[in-house]
Every structure is written in structure tokens, then in C-alpha cells.
């Protein structure tokens, strides 16, 4: 097999040093941090400590760098970019903005995350369906572009599903729900910090992730793109003093709704958070995220190879793999909770998903891992 490009390329082997103690293989539920952000939070944690909010305005300097981070992240401008706790908390900003009428419809795939359908279900005492539709198939948009045409009020879908890996061709639903007047939102949490992702390029209306999974971050922190023609579209649900335009004038008493994303965050910002996250993404950023796409599914692709060199039967379908930061397999029979039970005893950092086991590399995720991981799983599955 070729040898994956290495950290020491990037001049970055000390930013992870859980590469030193497990197989990490995890990074589509819950990252490690590089060790730029833990020395981030430090910093915020012992100024704070040593002389409380003397540094405030430092600290706001940091979250107006990651809100442009984010807007970079996505090929957008900072001013329609909200931050919010999480993916679900920026999906019901959505479901919760629109004015529905009875019979609108939701499009979603029945592949999605609760996430992003529970929250359109709950819709149900607006008159509002949900259609679930499939993603088989060789194209697995297919069955969507056929039920935006049938006509719909919102599609809602993951860039990349998480359990099996499908990766959507953003752009082609993103131009057929603008040809027939669709909103199109995007869970991109799968996406943001693994594969290159631009709002402009896809035409979403919305779109929203955490900082927890692909950009490295802590969680209680994520993004919400509105794009500017559509913001008026959504009504407000909370209401503080940091959402409206004159923030920070206290002795006024006429307020009016701020005229960029900043309208979604109601009160005070999660600063120690955006440390941490400002730090990571100051690492996508300097890696780039070409770089990073490529080496995430250069990891996959061998994955994808060594497993199915062991007998692996995968369960991520062949037009997704290694298209995205995750691979599925079949674990022969075996019941998948108990060998991800017995991989996170042996240091295997994964997940059981989509019936499988799901293994989700990073950029930094050295060969090794990926060697000694697909040895150790295919002990426990009887390849």
C-alpha cells in the first residue's frame, strides 16, 4: 500500500498527542483537541483567574477572529454567521422561524441524524409533512430532485450521512431547489473542517454545525449561516440584549433587531469555547482545507482497502467512499455494540453505526493507526 502523508509534513507531529496513546478513529462523534487549543483555553483560564474580565475586550477580539475563521470555513461573509450552542439549537431556529402554512412540505432523506428530523416532525401540529426519502441508489439524490420537483416548501440534509457516509452533491440540489423556489438547508456538521464546503457553491439558504467533530473544537459551540436574502424570512424565538443593533448602549431604551446573523444570539457569548475553537480553526486554516480533504480521504481509501483485504464487507456505499471522513463495515455477524465495546477496551477510539462499525480518520490520523486498528478489528469480527 502507498504511504499517507504524515504531520511531519505540516511541521504539526506535537498538536496531537492522542495519535501517542490510542487508535483514534472517532472524529465523526467527538474530537480530540490539538494542543493549540488546549494551550488557548489555559491562557483564557489563567488570565481570568488572575485578573477576572480586565481582558474582556481581548477576549471579544478573539470571537470576532472566529466568526471570520467560520465564514472562511464556508466561503462566506462574517456578518451571516451566527454563533449558537449546537447543530439542533440552529435547526430549530429554522423550523421555528418559518411561517408555515398547513400542507407545506419537508424534505428530508431517510438517512438523517434525529437531529434533523425530529425537529421537523415536531412541525406536525403546524399542518407541516415530512417526507423521508431514500438515498439508494447509484445516485443518491435521485429520489430527492424527484420530490423537490413534486414540490415542497424546505429540503433538509446532511452534507455527508452520518452513519454511512453518503456524501450529497451539494450543488445539484442546491440549483434545483432554487429552480422551484425551495429553501435549502444544510446540516453540515459532517462536512465543515473535513471536505471543502461553500455555501455559494451549494446555494443553501441555511446552514449549521458544531465545532466538536471535523473542526477540532470543544462542544457548546457551533455556527449558523443565513444567507442574507432569506434572513428576513426567519422570525425570532429569543430575544436579549445581545441580538439587537446598538449592543452594548445600555442607556437606550428603543431597540431594534441587528441587521446581520448576530440577530440568533440573544445574550452573552461562550468566550472560553472560542478559544478553543479559534485556536483549531486557525490550524484548518493554515493547513488548508484542500490539504485536509485530501488526506482525510486518503485515510479512508486505505482503510476502505485494508479492511476489505481482511474480508470486510463495507456498509459506506461505493459512489460515497472515500468521498468523505468516514467508512462503515459489516462486523461479520457480530453483534457491532459488542466489538465497539471490545475495540474502546483495546484503544480502538470508534463508533457503532449505520449496523456496522464506523471509523472516521482525520488529516492527522498517523498510518499506523489505521494498520494496527484494521488488525485488531478483524481479530474480534473472524476475517
Given at each position: 500500500?502507498?504511504?499517507?502523508?504524515?504531520?511531519?509534513?505540516?511541521?504539526?507531529?506535537a498538536e496531537f498527542p492522542v495519535n501517542e496513546q490510542c487508535q483514534?478513529?472517532?472524529?465523526?462523534?467527538?474530537?480530540?483537541w490539538p494542543e493549540s487549543a488546549r494551550k488557548a483555553v489555559v491562557q483564557f483560564a489563567q488570565d481570568n483567574t488572575a485578573t477576572g474580565s480586565s481582558n474582556y475586550m481581548q477576549w471579544l477580539n478573539v470571537e470576532a477572529e472566529l466568526r471570520y475563521n467560520l465564514a472562511r470555513l464556508i466561503g462566506a461573509h462574517?456578518?451571516?454567521?451566527?454563533?449558537?450552542?449546537?447543530?439542533?439549537?440552529?435547526?430549530?431556529f429554522v423550523a421555528y422561524g418559518i411561517d408555515w402554512q398547513p400542507g407545506d412540505v419537508v424534505i428530508i432523506s431517510d438517512e438523517e441524524f434525529p437531529s434533523n428530523r425530529i425537529v421537523w416532525e415536531s412541525l406536525a401540529c403546524k399542518g407541516v409533512v415530512v417526507k423521508a426519502v431514500s438515498l439508494k441508489g447509484e445516485t443518491p439524490e435521485q429520489h430527492i430532485l424527484n420530490a423537490i420537483e413534486q414540490g415542497a416548501r424546505l429540503l433538509s440534509i446532511s452534507a455527508i450521512q452520518y452513519a454511512s457516509g453518503t456524501r450529497m452533491n451539494l450543488t445539484k440540489l442546491g440549483q434545483t431547489c432554487r429552480d422551484n423556489d425551495v429553501l435549502f438547508c444544510v446540516d453540515a456538521i459532517q462536512a465543515i473542517g473535513a471536505v471543502q464546503f461553500d455555501v455559494n457553491e451549494c446555494q443553501c439558504d441555511f446552514a449549521m454545525a458544531d465545532g466538536?467533530?471535523?473542526?477540532?473544537?470543544?462542544e457548546g459551540l457551533g455556527l449558523f449561516y443565513v444567507r442574507p436574502e432569506v434572513m428576513d424570512q426567519l422570525s425570532l424565538n429569543e430575544y436579549g440584549w445581545h441580538m439587537i443593533e446598538n449592543m452594548g448602549d445600555y442607556s437606550r431604551t428603543d431597540w431594534e433587531v441587528?441587521?446581520?446573523?448576530?440577530?440568533?444570539?440573544?445574550?452573552?457569548?461562550?468566550?472560553l469555547a472560542a478559544h478553543a475553537l479559534k485556536a483549531s480553526t486557525d490550524l484548518l486554516l493554515d493547513i488548508g482545507m484542500s490539504n485536509i480533504e485530501t488526506a482525510i480521504c486518503e485515510r479512508v481509501t486505505y482503510l476502505a482497502r485494508a479492511l476489505t483485504n481482511q474480508g470486510a464487507t463495507l456498509i459506506t456505499p461505493k459512489h460515497?467512499?472515500?468521498c468523505s471522513g468516514i467508512i462503515t463495515f459489516d462486523t461479520?455477524?457480530?453483534?457491532?455494540?459488542?466489538?465497539?465495546?471490545?475495540?474502546?477496551?483495546?484503544?480502538?477510539?470508534?463508533?457503532?453505526?449505520g449496523g456496522g462499525i464506523r471509523f472516521s480518520?482525520?488529516?492527522?490520523?498517523?498510518?499506523?493507526?489505521?494498520?494496527t486498528a484494521v488488525e485488531k478489528v478483524a481479530k474480534l469480527c473472524r476475517w
Open positions: 500500500m502507498n504511504t499517507l502523508a504524515s504531520l511531519s509534513e505540516f511541521g504539526l507531529n483514534y478513529l472517532n472524529h465523526a462523534a467527538v474530537a480530540p462574517k456578518d451571516s454567521i451566527a454563533f449558537v450552542k449546537n447543530t439542533s439549537e440552529a435547526l430549530s466538536h467533530k471535523w473542526m477540532l473544537g470543544p441587528a441587521s446581520t446573523a448576530r440577530r440568533f444570539e440573544c445574550g452573552s457569548p461562550n468566550l460515497s467512499l472515500g461479520n455477524g457480530h453483534n457491532p455494540i459488542e466489538i465497539w465495546q471490545s475495540l474502546m477496551k483495546d484503544s480502538v477510539i470508534c463508533m457503532h453505526r480518520p482525520h488529516y492527522h490520523t498517523p498510518q499506523a493507526a489505521l494498520d
